[in-house]
């Protein structure tokens, strides 16, 4: 059956430092991977789509990478602020069915 | 402003009585969607419409019902059949088009006791 996993529920990093986020899938091939972000009793955001012809796309302090051949989708947020503070989802997207989420992992940056 | 409403914010309710959370988006979208949101489940699709007058079960559709009557809404009922209707609850629509982003609501958390 089809799986998405973030590498770990929470993660804490010091300000400044780069965040790296972990999605691995299995039993999926999917064209185009989206990242999204979820504050506290809100729903998420949409911040990148990455496809799979395209290793890295960037955006502001944002980057995302796409392994097809691993089934990876890394995502860092470099020079972390506060207010980075989240839960960040991936959705591995097939282009064609309603988009399946991972669990999150929630990121704390600490001052 | 464009975007999508879910309302009420918070809901209760009492066990076996049907409620109904309200959906409307002013994006012209087809596609709308409805996952629910449990602490460390993740979001799990309940029902999802593509178009006017037609919506198809998610993973989780037993004690919900939807309907799709017209474009800007897609209210979901919780029913008295669902066993743990507890849970936060999200609206999302998107374009048809393939690789479109979801937009969400802002949910509605509801409590049955």
């Known amino acids: 059956s089809q799986k998405i996993e973030q590498n770990s529920e929470a993660l804490n990093i010091q300000e400044g430092k780069t965040a790296t986020l972990t999605c691995n899938y299995t039993?999926?091939?999917?064209?185009?991977l989206q990242w999204y972000r979820q504050d506290p009793g809100r729903g998420p955001v949409f911040l990148l789509l990455i496809r799979e012809n395209e290793k890295e796309k960037r955006k502001e302090r944002l980057k995302v990478t796409f392994d097809t051949t691993l089934k990876q989708s890394l995502f860092h947020i470099t020079a972390s602020q506060p207010a980075d503070s989240a839960t960040y989802l991936c959705?591995?997207?097939?282009?064609?069915?309603?988009?399946?989420f991972g669990k999150g992992t929630r990121l704390s940056v600490i001052a | 402003d464009g975007g999508i409403t879910q309302s009420p914010k918070y809901l209760f309710r009492k066990e076996g009585q049907n409620v109904t959370l309200s959906c409307e988006q002013n994006l012209n979208h087809d596609a709308m969607y409805w996952y629910r949101q449990d602490p460390g489940q993740g979001l799990r699709l309940i029902y999802y419409s593509q178009i006017v007058n037609d919506f198809q079960k998610g993973d989780i559709a037993e004690g919900y019902s939807v309907s799709r009557e017209k474009k800007e809404s897609f209210p979901l009922t919780v029913t008295s059949a669902q066993k743990n209707p507890t849970a936060f609850y999200l609206c999302?629509?998107?374009?048809?088009?393939?690789?479109?982003?979801?937009?969400f609501g802002n949910g509605t958390r509801l409590t049955v006791t």
């Open positions: 959705a591995p997207d097939s282009g064609n069915t309603p988009l399946v």
């Open positions: 039993n999926y091939s999917p064209a185009y």
């Open positions: 999302a629509s998107s374009s048809r088009q393939a690789n479109s982003p979801l937009h």
